[in-house]
């Protein structure tokens, strides 16, 4: 494409155009979340989703989540800016060895978080988030035993919170996991006037030492109700942008990776651009689709998590 072109002025051009919604995640840049019609978290984007009357839902984020919004609105067309744009607790979930798991415990009742495809979804009995997870947990009679996947360290944020032994798939966050205790410890020496804050994603060492655990937006809400003056912010980088737009007269600190790379910038969400924004726009690709059957087989259970929400 022509390096002159303003992008932004052809994005909102297109979305005219085209009667098209900018769905977008806290985790894609700054520039992207700017032009975003809806910023929110998964369940807030999903939500989101489900209602548009928009010809064209435009999903930057991630692939789970444009294939989420295709499930609850499918006469839509849904497009990503990039196909690639995956998820590694999804990539470690595949539906063989789910399916596997879940015949070894058939009296189990299954919840699965949303960052997993279409295909483990319809396996699953309740979807969740991070935001209503700990609801769905408690909304499962107590006689039930729990099968919880793919994120572990959700799990046993969870386990904590309701006192519910459950069992765990062992999948993690490539981003969330690689946050430096040590680094966290030191920035919180040198500024003691700072509250931790962590998605629930974290290991369970820096969730046991932060202020507040909470979802994407639960976090940015956390940020501006509260009355500290600096946060270390524990959660992809994307989400700093908005906080310091609500708050700019708080100081946020991006949460440390452990070595000298950008690993606190998920590398599926960033593979997104506003080139492949305008694109996407542009040419109506890539496209989300999958079979029917699929698709009306994966909206059971995260029709359960709505009506829980
Ligand atoms: P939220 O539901 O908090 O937005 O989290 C999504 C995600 O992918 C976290 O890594
Ligand atoms: Fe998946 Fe982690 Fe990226 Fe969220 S931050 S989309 S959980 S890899």
């Not at 499962?140 to 032994?165: C, S, V």
């Not at 979802?215 to 906080?243: F, N, P």
């Not at 999958?290 to 087989?297: D, F, G, K, T, Y």
């Amino acid at each position: 494409i022509d390096p002159r072109l303003d992008l932004e002025a052809e994005i909102v051009r297109l979305k005219k155009e085209r009667n098209a919604v900018l769905l977008a995640h806290y985790y894609q840049e700054g520039d992207i979340q700017d032009l975003a019609d809806f910023l929110g978290d998964s369940l807030q984007l999903a939500q989101q989703a489900k209602k548009t009357t928009a010809d064209v839902i435009l999903f930057a984020g991630v692939h789970f989540m444009a294939e989420t919004a295709k499930i609850l609105n499918p006469d839509r067309i849904v497009v990503v800016p990039d196909l690639e744009a995956g998820c590694s607790l999804a990539d470690g979930c595949p539906v063989d060895r789910f399916r596997a798991w879940r015949a070894k415990y058939p009296d189990a009742v299954s919840i699965t978080y949303i960052n997993c495809t279409a295909e483990v979804k319809a396996e699953s009995d309740y979807i969740c988030t991070s935001s209503n997870a700990e609801k769905i947990v408690r909304a499962i009679p107590e006689d039930k035993e729990i099968l919880f996947a793919p994120d572990k360290n959700l799990g046993r944020w969870l386990e904590q919170k309701t006192g519910r032994k459950m069992r765990l798939w062992q999948g993690s966050c490539v981003v969330h996991e690689t946050f430096s205790l040590r680094k966290i410890i030191s920035l919180r020496e040198q500024h003691p006037e700072a509250k931790l804050i962590a998605h629930p994603e974290c290991e369970e060492p820096i969730l046991a030492m932060a202020q507040f655990i909470g979802s994407t937006t639960a976090l940015l809400k956390y940020t501006q109700s509260d009355d500290a003056k600096a946060y270390i912010v524990a959660t992809e980088s994307g989400i700093v942008h908005q906080m310091r737009k609500a708050s700019p007269h708080k100081t946020f600190i991006e949460g440390p990776p452990e070595g000298n790379c950008a690993c606190n910038e998920c590398p599926f969400m960033r593979l997104n651009s506003m080139e492949k924004v305008y694109l996407a726009l542009r040419d109506l690709e890539p496209r989300i689709e999958m079979p029917a059957a699929l698709r009306e087989r994966a909206r059971v259970p995260i029709d359960r998590m709505l009506a829980l929400s």
